[in-house]
């Protein structure tokens, strides 16, 4: 029997809702409730991640031309009755009729002349959203189908403007130039906003959204249009845009974030004419109570602006089927580094990454420092090494985490932006070493006439990344520093007018990894005549 699904209880998961950020994106769309039908499968194209796609050659255009640069807004077209669009709940016993239909040659089932087509689930039971669209979208539990009629019209002679019967259990599209309940040739029921779906946490479908004004064409997975002009600055049915990724969604609510995530991944669809901006949910007594009521508040204060169009042909499998390709997944992972280890610190380490099953990896590196702190050290870049600088080590243990994420996937674990397919770990510890040895001289060699340019040259041994420091105290005065720490092992001293008399050398060695002020030292006197 029928179930009129205008009313939910506003139950918030608040434990769910507040892993949003970190949701898997190779999920199917939330079966409609009171069915176990899919929304159309899993890799349909409403179902599809579109956030790594390029940005459109047209978004600009598109984007001026629905108003979102001269400050428009985003406009939650749902909410308690009668606002929003109602779906029904039937199963195979209900009654059907059928309708006569305006256009009735791109109506279902098709007919060779216009007469009566259906049937349909019929009845006074049914909710149809109000006017003046008057969709009635009604889905048959037993048989997963969808129907949706636009123009209904129950007063006397069943009548409406168009009808759509769509299998959602199938990627099948409707034959190309032909409307349905939408211009664009569309389903309705895939593209609304649910208040069960922002209940569990996550909305995995783009959303169904209306313009002013748009061309003369269409764009896959559309298979109609209703613009008024050839202009190609007019956004098509069927564009897709995303909320830039950019765009800081963490002062919401979580549930704003829910629908903001979905339009991050999913995006919107342009599926009819009307206000710019306005996009659709069920109509559900549950969005008039809180936290519903401020997430719908808080929806209208997005800037339009805060889109851009993406190019998604490179999805389609078949103009004739909703099919789209899926992203590469890289499902397998391993990191190494060379030398092995433990190493002194100051060595010279490189990291290599190897990803598999997946065509384009990238890779990202974290490093999380013996201090208890993760920083990302090499951001995502197709470069499988990372080299670890030896002035930034300290000894201590350290844990790489290396990340691999094909270029056409947006990850499925992390959180955004930073998401991977798969990662590899491994512990380093580095170790502290000391110089043991030291001998510094000079050239030339213990006395030179004023005016002489003097090398002095150091060398430590039993260190492997020795650094050193030069102090010089002249005759009758104080020490100072003549060359701070360094890896330079040689200081050039110009004695021009220096006075005459004994100077003493002290050179001072220590490794890269000492915290010591030196582990060793050479002195010497030098002459200036």
Known sequence: MSSRLTSAAALAVTACLALVAAQPREVQAAAPPGTSCSAFPADNVWNTDISTLPVNSHSAAWLASTGATGGTLLHPDFGGPPYGIPFNVVDSTHPTASFNFLY????????????????????????????????????????????????????GARTGWSGAIFNLGSNALRPDTWTSADAAGLPIF????????????SINHAIRFTVQ?????????????????????????????????????????????????????????????????????????GWNSEPYATMVAQLK??????????????????????????????????AQATPGAPQPAGTAIQVTATASGCAKPRYEVWLHSPNGTWSLVQPYSFSATFNWSAAAQVPGTYRFSVWARDSTSPGSGGTAPNTYDSFSAFDYTLTATTCTGMSASAAPATSAAIGTQVN??????????????????????????????????????????????????????????????????????????
């Open 190 to 201: 895939p593209g609304l906003v649910r208040l069960d779906e922002v209940q569990a946490g």
């Open 213 to 285: 004004q748009s061309d003369k064409s269409h764009l896959w997975p559309a298979r109609h249009d209703a613009g008024a002009a050839n202009n190609s600055n007019l956004t098509p049915m069927g564009a897709r845009f995303r909320l830039r990724s950019s765009f800081d969604i963490s002062s919401f609510n979580a549930q704003t974030q829910v629908v903001l995530t979905a339009m991050k991944h999913y995006g919107l669809i342009a599926a009819d004419n009307g206000s710019n901006w306005f996009f659709q949910g069920t109509m559900d007594s």
């Open 456 to 529: 002095v040259t150091a060398a430590a041994s039993g260190c492997a990344n020795p650094r050193y420091a030069f102090y010089l105290l002249p005759p009758g005065g104080t020490w100072s520093l003549a060359q701070p720490y360094s890896t330079n092992p040689t200081f050039t001293w110009n004695t021009a007018g220096k006075a005459a008399g004994s100077y003493r050398f002290s050179v001072w060695a220590r490794d890269t990894s000492s915290s010591s002020s030196y582990d060793a030292f050479s002195a010497f006197q030098y002459s200036l005549a």
């Open 301 to 334: 204060t997005i800037p339009a602006s805060a889109f851009e169009a993406v190019d998604e042909s490179s999805l389609m499998v078949d103009q004739s089927s909703g099919q789209a390709l899926q992203p590469s997944r890289c499902t397998g992972m391993a």
């Open 104 to 155: 009735w040659q791109e109506s279902d089932p098709t007919v060779p002349t216009q007469q009566p087509q259906g049937p349909y689930p019929y009845g006074s039971d049914l909710a149809v959203e109000g006017p003046t669209d008057s969709h009635l979208l009604t889905i048959n539990k037993d048989t997963c189908a969808l129907y949706e009629v636009a123009g209904t019209d129950y007063n």
